[in-house]
């Protein structure tokens, strides 16, 4: 099992993976190696539903637009997609019917450790 290295052809992040594996991520994405955060994008894209539905090509070539865009270092993109990414799907998991957890925070009355009183859950 030979591990090489490869270039995401959306945002340049080098990974070094397996043949098998970059065979198998090219077969998804027509022809073309991208790295885990940009197919996680491609998908969301091509499952979204929204009004252009995408087929997988269209959403490769969006998202390679998309990270065209930007001329920063590669890691920073990744760090930026992870946060939109969580935000995304944190907005789709808080709807109004659901009910928002219940929060714990500390008592004004906090003073050392071991005190009695050292905190108070709401």
């Keep these: 099992m030979e591990i090489e290295q490869v270039?995401?052809?959306?945002?340049?992040?080098?990974?070094?993976?397996?043949?098998?594996?970059?065979?198998?991520?090219?077969?998804?994405?027509?022809?073309?190696?991208?790295?885990?955060?940009c197919s996680e994008a491609v998908r969301d894209e091509v499952s979204k539903g929204s009004n252009k539905s995408f087929g997988m090509e269209e959403a490769v070539r969006a998202h390679m637009s998309f990270c065209g865009k930007f001329k920063s270092n590669p890691a920073i993109r990744v760090a930026d997609g992870m946060r939109q990414m969580l935000r995304r799907r944190s907005d789709m998991s808080s709807?109004?019917?659901?009910?928002?957890?219940?929060?714990?925070?500390?008592?004004?009355?906090?003073?050392?450790?071991?005190?009695?009183?050292?905190?108070?859950?709401?």
């Design 7 to 37: 270039k995401c052809e959306c945002c340049g992040l080098k990974e070094d993976c397996t043949q098998d594996y970059i065979s198998q991520v090219k077969a998804k994405f027509d022809g073309k190696w991208l790295c885990g955060l």
């Design 95 to 122: 709807s109004p019917s659901s009910s928002s957890p219940k929060k714990y925070t500390r008592s004004a009355s906090t003073s050392q450790v071991g005190d009695s009183s050292s905190f108070s859950l709401y």
